[in-house]
């Protein structure tokens, strides 16, 4: 069910929210939140990506691309995130709860504050560039008469 807001579409709060505290590491009591992050990366690789049974997040067992995002959002000033592997096919959760954030997915995007994209990593255990993983910057230098024209390196710590 969506709502007429103006220009644009605006669909209706996910049902179910689930998300996590970056300071508590732990699911809010609330779903309904003033802002939160989403995260989208390329899942795999050898490590399991799991919540535990008290829905409290162990941050030195997940992969480091969660870890990253943990760690932007808490930079970023955001105290909630959206990360669809902890909360889709987890072992102990019901297939009702797995179709309803699935089915949901758009309107979770649409809802995100923004959405953190790795798009350097070819699994979980990459990390999130400029967080942890150092960005690696090619500096171009053109020379046109007399005048050097070069790009200088963007400073990521006032960006974080």
Known sequence: MSFWAGPQLVSKWPESLKIVDVIENC?????RVL???ALSYVSGGN???ELPLSGCLLRA???KTIQDALIACDKFGYRYLWVHQLYI???Y???LQDQIQINQMDRISQ???CTLVAMDDHDSNH????????RSWKLTVIHIGEMVFYNQEPNLSLCM
């Open 111 to 113: 809802h995100a504050t």
């Open 61 to 63: 067992s997940q992969p």
């Open 27 to 31: 699911n809010p009591s609330t779903t």
């Open 47 to 49: 490590q399991e990506v």
């Open 93 to 95: 959760e019901d297939e």
């Open 127 to 134: 990390g999130l560039s400029g967080v942890t993983v150092p």
């Open 35 to 37: 802002g939160f992050i």
């Open 89 to 91: 096919n987890q072992k």
